[in-house]
């Protein structure tokens, strides 16, 4: 029996492949560093554990609304408010298993084959599988270094046509550790305030940025309040990778689909567990943790960028948000994959190519300092000593 034809360019994940060969390696005895999984060391604060056992014990175990309770929509809300300065409903909100599915939901839930939706590259590669699963046509807007990774206007503009239907954004930005400016933002809204076109924005690392830059949500637009569709989860700022549960917030024109289309898909979350998230969301000031977190991100972030740009082979720019540095490698001669399969060879230190996030990631690695201060100072010792091996 032949898989259906929507598969045929779906592929294994390069991240998860790395890290099998870590893991191989590691049963082998070797001493491994891995700088692979977008996950923070942290373990889920106490506060949200202890608000899950509760909602056990208080019975939150039947069925809960596809969009999930209205207790953890209007949290939601509440933290949109307070933080990102935005007004929504709680009927505006949709309960998601994470924010991979959440992705999945908009995408499929709007595009036709032939439709065109246009992603950023590099970007983390699950929009473009996912639009190959729809039918729909890809087009990309490169994200260059030069460029400090912001959108390039004219680039954008010459890729719209009039099939397409939606435009991806993520900001702060898998891989690359980029945040896009009010200013860059606010020239994407001009150029398609007059056209029918749908904003996916991902925000699932907006918590954490750094040197008091804001990640700014199309939605902050007012031309694109009513065009965006927001996607947002628990797993990074809140270290709750594992819980696998994030949201949809969407123009209240466009909940319908959504909402009867979520019911196909999951039909609801595990009610304990958004119980539990509606108290991470309203209970994080007293206890500080996104804070704690972020504060140790940055310490490591601006350690990782000195050692980097201390060496004659490597460079980068500084990441302003996520937890990522997109390192520059041209300089050794390698491709991206040949650096890697190098580095974790002879050194034991993990990265992930960059080519896997797009074309314009060819020539780059993704190191994750969501790891602990001393792997990534082990690791600087190891890159000093790969930068003096390549002469």
């Not at 506060?47 to 309770?69: L, M, R, V, W």
């Not at 007293?286 to 601006?302: C, I, L």
């Amino acid at each position: 029996m032949k898989k259906a034809h929507r598969l045929d360019n779906i592929t294994f994940s390069r991240i998860r492949m790395q890290s099998k060969l870590v893991d191989q390696m590691e049963a082998e005895g070797k001493d491994m560093i891995r700088f692979t999984w977008g996950e923070p060391d942290f373990m889920t604060p106490d506060y949200i554990k202890e608000a899950a056992k509760k909602a056990i014990d208080d019975n939150f175990t039947k069925y809960s609304d596809y969009c999930g309770p209205l207790n953890f929509r209007k949290a939601v809300c509440d933290k949109y408010e307070r933080e990102n300065g935005l007004r929504f409903e709680p009927d505006q909100v949709i309960s998601t298993v994470g924010a991979a599915q959440a992705a999945y939901l908009v995408l499929t839930t709007f595009l036709d084959p032939g439709d065109e939706i246009i992603i950023p590259n590099p970007v983390f590669n699950i929009y473009k599988m996912i639009a190959g699963i729809c039918g729909a046509v890809v087009r990309e807007y490169a994200l260059k270094e030069e460029n400090e990774f912001q959108i390039d206007i004219e680039e954008l503009e010459g890729l719209l046509t009039k099939k397409t239907k939606m435009i991806v954004i993520c900001s702060p930005n898998n891989p690359l550790g980029s945040v896009l400016t009010r200013e860059n933002m606010e020239a994407v809204a001009e150029l398609v305030k007059d056209r029918d076109i749908l904003i996916c924005s991902d925000e699932i690392y907006e918590r954490l940025t750094y040197d008091g830059v804001q990640a700014v949500s199309p939605a902050n637009i007012p031309s694109l309040y009513e065009k965006t569709i927001i996607i947002n989860g628990f797993s990074k700022a809140f270290a709750m990778t594992g819980w696998r549960f994030g949201y949809v917030i969407t123009p209240k024109h466009l909940w319908e689909p959504l909402y009867l289309h979520a019911g196909f898909q999951v039909s609801g979350l595990p009610s304990f567990i958004l119980e539990a998230g509606a108290v991470a969301l309203n209970d994080e000031a007293k206890y500080g943790t996104v804070e704690k977190m972020r504060a140790s991100f940055d310490e490591r972030r601006k350690y990782l960028v000195k050692e980097i740009n201390a060496m004659k082979h490597f460079s980068c720019l500084t990441p302003k948000g996520a937890f990522y540095v997109f390192m520059n490698i041209k300089k050794t001669g390698m491709t991206s994959d040949e650096f890697v399969d190098w580095l974790v060879q002879n050194y034991g230190v993990a990265v992930i190519t960059g080519n896997c996030f797009g074309s314009e990631g060819e020539g780059f690695v993704r190191i994750s300092y969501a790891s602990s201060m001393e792997d990534i100072q082990k690791s600087c010792r190891l890159l000093h000593e790969a930068d003096q091996a390549l002469g």
